[in-house]
């Protein structure tokens, strides 16, 4: 049974609750050994404010997991008790970078074969006075990944990103052959990794109707086509630029296995409209397995009980099903 490390997120947000929902799922244990990296007050609070007939055991290594039935395993990194609920705090921001520490620490040393991580806040980060906007940036640093990039999968569509956090009025100066090269062989990388062989790689256009032979933008003449050239060169089935606005319903009809986007809201805004309560974030280029729920903190609704675990559960699955 694979081990997989579930980081318990901002602990003023939803993550606590999907995971104790998502835990709580007998079909999970049928496949791997979860256990997570958190607070040991939070998660009993969470576990006791959805009143299921589960026990928190502690642990200090993935070795100690038995995944029994009714319990939760947590390696606790505790910072304090007390907590505000639904709101970004720097004390959370804190807290959440030494759990997604302590999984990266035991990934590295092949102690889990994934890790899964629950939403946190860049709010947050940012109050604690961290250097990175999330998970992304953070992870790539943390393992020292220079190649990187964020995929979001949400059947039947598979999207990965040029450019990600990134202000949309700074996005066509970040166009690069090279840029768009990389996030290309990588689509391919992340194919591989979920087990489809010669994948179907389609990639966008940046502009309205992928450019027009030029009238309404260049770039994709001078830095997306030539890209596409040079991974075909490396035996990469790539294919485009498509115009942004048909590529998606050729991905959604079958035709495409991955669809390379140009920008954050390209990607996100078609697959969140199919795949909203299931999508999942992959962060293809690490040494190491990880994936996330496709959404966020959700303060709004957080502490009521009322939080759909659905994207937890396809991440942990998915974490299962990745190889790297």
């Known amino acids: 049974?694979?081990?997989?490390?579930?980081?318990?997120?901002?602990?003023?947000?939803?993550g606590p609750e999907i995971i104790v929902k998502a835990l709580y799922c007998a079909e999970i244990r049928d496949f791997c050994a979860p256990f997570v990296i958190g607070s040991r007050a939070v998660m009993q609070e969470a576990i006791d404010l959805l009143k299921l007939p589960l026990k928190l055991r502690l642990i200090k290594t993935p070795d100690e997991c038995k995944s029994g039935i009714g319990m939760i395993e947590l390696i606790?990194?505790?910072?304090?008790?007390?907590?505000?609920?639904?709101k970004a705090t720097a004390?959370?921001?804190?807290?959440?970078?030494?759990?997604?520490?302590?999984?990266?620490?035991?990934?590295?040393?092949?102690?889990?074969?994934g890790i899964v991580t629950a939403p946190i806040s860049k709010e947050a980060l940012k109050m604690a006075?961290?250097?990175?906007?999330?998970?992304?940036?953070?992870?790539a640093e943390l393992t020292d990944t220079k190649d990187y990039a964020m995929m979001l999968a949400g059947e039947p569509l598979k999207v990965i990103l040029v450019t990600i956090h990134t202000p949309l009025r700074s996005v066509p100066d970040m166009i690069t052959r090279e840029r768009v090269?990389?996030?290309?062989?990588?689509?391919?990388?992340?194919?591989?990794?979920m087990g489809i062989e010669n994948p179907r790689i389609?990639?966008?256009?940046?502009?309205?109707?992928?450019?027009?032979?030029?009238?309404?933008?260049?770039?994709?003449?001078?830095?997306i086509i030539p890209a596409i050239e040079e991974a075909k060169k490396f035996g990469i089935h790539a294919a485009g630029p498509y115009p942004p606005d048909a590529v998606f319903n050729k991905a959604y009809n079958g035709e495409i296995d991955m669809v390379v986007c140009m920008y954050h809201d390209q990607?996100?805004?078609?697959?969140?409209?199919?795949?909203?309560?299931?999508?999942?974030?992959?962060?293809?280029?690490?040494?190491?397995?990880?994936?996330?729920p496709d959404h966020g903190t959700a303060y709004d609704i957080a502490w009521k009980g009322i939080a759909n675990p659905s994207s937890m559960l396809e991440a942990?699955?998915?974490?299962v099903r990745l190889k790297i």
Do not use: Q
């Open 91 to 113: 004390k959370n921001g804190k807290a959440c970078v030494s759990y997604i520490k302590k999984a990266v620490e035991l990934a590295l040393n092949k102690k889990v074969d």
């Open 181 to 193: 090269l990389k996030t290309i062989r990588l689509a391919k990388k992340a194919c591989s990794m």
């Open 1 to 14: 049974m694979e081990k997989i490390a579930i980081t318990m997120g901002d602990a003023a947000g939803i």
């Open 202 to 223: 389609a990639v966008a256009g940046l502009n309205p109707h992928a450019g027009e032979a030029g009238i309404f933008g260049d770039e994709e003449s001078s830095e």
């Open 267 to 292: 990607g996100l805004i078609p697959l969140k409209m199919i795949a909203f309560d299931r999508g999942v974030n992959v962060t293809i280029g690490l040494p190491l397995v990880r994936t996330s």
């Open 129 to 139: 006075g961290i250097k990175w906007h999330g998970h992304t940036e953070m992870l």
């Open 76 to 86: 606790d990194v505790e910072t304090s008790e007390a907590f505000e609920k639904g």
């Open 316 to 319: 942990i699955k998915l974490a």
